[in-house]
Structure formats: C-alpha cells, structure tokens
C-alpha cells in the first residue's frame, strides 16, 4: 500500500492564501481560482483539523451562504462519496457553504448520474480536483462481499461493486473476512475512476489538458483520517498505480 507523503508544513502559510484566493475567487466566474495542488492541500489539511479534533469549520456562517447565494458557488474540489452516515464530506474535510461539490451514492459508485454530476463539477464549476473517496467498514461493498440478497435497484448497485469484488479474489485469494473487504474498498474506488473513464470523454479530455487531478482515497470511520492516494493526473497513470 502506497502512501503519498506530503510535506505541507512550509506550506502553511501558502495554503491561507489559498483559503482567502478561494474566497475571493467567488465573484470570479473562472473556476475557484486555485491549482490542483492547493485544492488538494486545502482537503489534507481540513481532514487534519477534522481527525485532530481541531475543526475551524471555514465558511460554515450565515454570512458565507448569503454570499454563495448572491454570488454563485465556485467549489474547489468535487468529491464521490458514499451516502453512508458516518462520511459527511463537508464535515470530515471541515469545510463550509460553496467550498465542495459532492456526489454520494451508496458504495461511491460512478454509473451515469454520477458521472453526469462529476462532469457537472469538473466542467460547468472548473474544480481542479476530484477526490473519489471509499471508506471503511462500507456497507454496500461488505454486502456484494457476502453475497447478500439485493433487492430493487440495489441490485444496479451492486452490480457496479462486483467487478470490484472480483477482481480482488483473483488477485489475492488468500484474503477474506475484514482483509478482503478492506481490500475491495480500495480497488471498488479505482473501478469507479475506470468507469470514470469509460463513459466520460469530458473528464478524461479534462485529465489529459492538464485541467483536473483525481485523487483516490479512503477514509477511515475510526480514526476520522483520510488515506491519501497518489494523484491521477493522465488517463495511463491508472494502469501503474500501487494501490
Ligand atoms: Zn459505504
């Protein structure tokens, strides 16, 4: 498992900039007006106060949602997320009103209104960034695990996890229980991405221009830190990955 360190201690005082550059980018109809790179630091560094129980909760008051409201949103990142209760991006990345465009669908999977949504995000709103973010102990991926009976239009969700499952018995049977669950998260987030990447010449011509970075990630219910993964940054870097 390959961590990608980042040194962001000298950056401090950079990345206040970039708050205060987000803010003032709002009347800017240009995007949030910050590169990849600072939209990622800004969501390191919110997920560091959030799981060192240290939130400053930015752009969080009455004041910030008059603005978004008069002025439009200008988010610098988009994050897929799953709908599970215990990962509300805005708070586990201690961000406020307007700072976010999030996409959460149970098992974070990437079928065509997600997609649509991030294609929204990354092209209409210029985001720099999109996180794909699984998590731990994540239900609708523990469920495709075990087999279990899905119902309605569950089944359309776990037919989106299954490559993923699948994939990870292949490769290494000598998982299961909590072991092969955990590894399924992490390889059903790079499935979302080739998804990603299958339906949606947008995002990928976004990519390959040097536009966006995705950035897997998982976030781990317990300790409230996110596991950063090395960026995305052209369609190819996909097949060398370490995950
Ligand atoms: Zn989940």
Redesign the pocket.
């Known amino acids: 498992m390959k961590r990608v360190a980042f040194s962001f201690l000298a950056l401090a005082l950079l990345s206040t900039c970039a708050v205060f550059s987000s803010s003032l980018a709002v009347a800017s109809d240009a995007g949030p007006g910050v590169s990849a790179e600072e939209a990622l630091r800004l969501l390191v560094e919110g997920n560091e106060r959030f799981a060192a129980n240290k939130t400053a909760h930015p752009h969080s008051n009455f004041a910030r949602l008059v603005d978004t409201a008069e002025h439009g949103q200008h988010p610098f990142a988009t994050v897929l997320g799953?709908?599970?209760s215990r990962?509300p991006v805005e708070l586990l990345f201690d961000q406020g009103f307007g700072d976010v465009f999030v996409v959460r669908v149970?098992?974070?999977v990437c079928a065509d209104d997600e997609t649509g949504s991030i294609e929204y995000g990354v092209s209409h709103l210029g985001t720099p960034i999109l996180v794909v973010l699984?998590?731990t102990?994540?239900?609708?991926?523990t469920a495709t695990v075990e087999h279990e009976h899905a119902d309605g239009h569950i089944k359309s969700l776990v037919s989106h996890i299954e490559p993923a499952v699948k994939r990870v018995r292949a490769a290494r049977p000598e998982l299961s229980g909590a072991a092969l669950i955990e590894a399924a998260?992490v390889e059903n987030v790079y499935v979302a991405i080739e998804e990603l990447f299958e339906h949606s010449p947008m995002v990928v011509e976004a990519l390959e221009k040097g536009k966006l970075w995705i950035v897997p990630a998982i976030y781990d219910v317990k300790t409230g830190k996110v596991d950063w993964r090395a960026p995305i940054k052209s369609k190819k870097d996909l097949k060398n990955v370490k995950k």
Not at 137 to 141: D, E, M, T
């Open positions: 799953c709908s599970d990962v149970a098992g974070g699984g998590h102990q994540c239900g609708a991926v998260v």
